[in-house]
């Protein structure tokens, strides 16, 4: 659409007791999803696809204590865009294509908003104009998928939260403002998959959801702290708040607000729209020293290794043994986690643990080390901290229990992933609000959590296989997610305990296999310990092969909470297929015609005969295959099955 056919829509009034009334209406690129824009007293917008009214009306403001009120349009500007990003760090593809339609809207009181629709999905966001600083006071942000929709609602207790919750299956209508949220939230609705979520978080605070009771959701917003008060050694709590959202200083552009739209549940796991709405990187910056890989994770198991010569703890003589062990299997990674020093002092390091020492001999066996630090301690000596990680080679830090995504948290994320960009230092951040586009913006962000982990399989048994086949189409489409997968002790529903020094998982052992084809995360973590790897040499074989980043992915089948196929391109050109499937067991076809031309070595891991009671069970096959093969794959209850296809 043009910018004179936008004027001309936009001379279009009708006549409202209080304010006259403008619509805009913006196109995809291929024309299938369209959104409706209402400007009178608030703004409301309505989404369509192919012409059928997806959500109804939903009304959009924002208030700031310097604009005045009302949105009377000063000037409309509509565009087309079409360009290819290419990734610092691959995560679903090496490129993305980047095709959007767009309108600004100019709003006499010095607000602006912007909308993009692109062919899966819309997203808006609020610009301030202002020279003067000012203060967020409200925003209403609204979607209205109808009462009787469905949503998969991970629901919180409050603001002050890790983000890892179950999610909830709810009739929308019965989702009031006493059920609150954290994004991403999913919705069914005539026919379609609407996914919530944001993306170019930056000095604002992050937004949670909550109902009407009537079919529609609204965001709120933790506001600002007033008063907080340290708990611990790693808690900042917040005691009171202010009566705004955040200070502004200046023009700003605040954070999209992402509605993805899915016909079929396979397209969230290939939708990259918060990475294409991430803010770029600062012109000029070099991320070419980032490195994804595979980490050896030591805390799952509070390192209770076993048939070594040496007293198993927190000791050089264990990380030496992980590094050894990430050696001989290339995995590019040891992370140390909490332990291995004071949680109030970074330079305290435990008894028996010499960094430096560790880190030379790391580096002789072309293995990396990351350390884990509280937020709290971290921010404390930050500068000093990341000086003496660089000056000793660390290759990332994995920062955790920040819990609230408030403004002030939301900025020292990024003062972090700043400051340690600066020393050439990744990072992964735990006990963190789902990812809001960082990966863009400082590529040196690698993974977060924010999701309802394997960590977790230690205590309780949530982490069954219809929660894994839930949340690569709910959490992964924010962005990668530190899952943390690998567990070899594989159980049973009827066999499972929970385990806190030795943990188990529920699921076969392909299940926990297929979590590194299917859960994207370019610090990708194996959990389990390297006695438990060593005796199994066949999965170690698919575990040293499997890459932690992709040129490419192809969802072959999926149902959300059911069963899941994939495909994805490793960059030497291998191809590898995951499937699971949750308690049911069952049989699915896929084809391969997403392979090149020629002859495919096809090897294979699936669950073995008696999976269905022994869940360690499995077996290896190898076959032939090309682009016009139907594969059948056969799944146990809570089961797996994944292929590594070289070009012969």
Known sequence: MTNKAIMMMAGC?????????????????????SVQVTVSDSIYYQVMRNGNVLTEAAALSFTTDQNAAGFRVSKAMAGTHSGILTPVVWQKAKTIADDYSSLRLDFSNKLSMEWRVYKNGIAWRWINNLAKACKVTDELATLNPGPEARAWYPQEDGFFSHNERQYRKYRVGDIDAGKLASLPVLFETKGAKLLLTESGLFNYAGMWVQGDGKGSIRGVFPHYPREKKIEGDRSELVVSREDFIAKIKGPQNFPWRIVMVAKDDGELLTNQLPYLLGTPPAPG????????????WDWWHYNNIYNVNFRAGINNDTYKYYIDFAAKYHLEYVLLDEGWCDTRDLFKQSKHINIEELAAYAHSRNVGLLLWTSWLVLDQQLDRALDQFEKWGIKGIKVDFMQRDDQDMVNYYEKVSKAAASHKLMVDFHGACKPTGWSRTYPNVMTSEGVLGNEISKFSDVIDPEHTLTIPFIRMAAGPMDFTPGGMLNVQKNAF??????????GTRCNQMAMYVMYESPLQMLCDIPTHYYREPECMEFLQAVPAVWQQTIPLTAAIGEYAAIARQAANGDWFIGAMTNWTAREITVDLSFLGDGKYKMHIWKDGLNADRKAKDFAMDTIEADKSSALTIKMAPGGGYVARLVKE
């Open 13 to 33: 009034i009708l006549a409202l007791p209080a304010l006259a009334q403008k619509k805009y209406t913006i196109n995809a690129p291929d024309k299938t999803l």
């Open 285 to 296: 910056s070099d991320y070419s020293w980032v490195k994804p890989g595979k980490v050896q």
């Open 497 to 506: 305990a929970a385990q806190p020094a030795e943990p188990m998982t529920l």
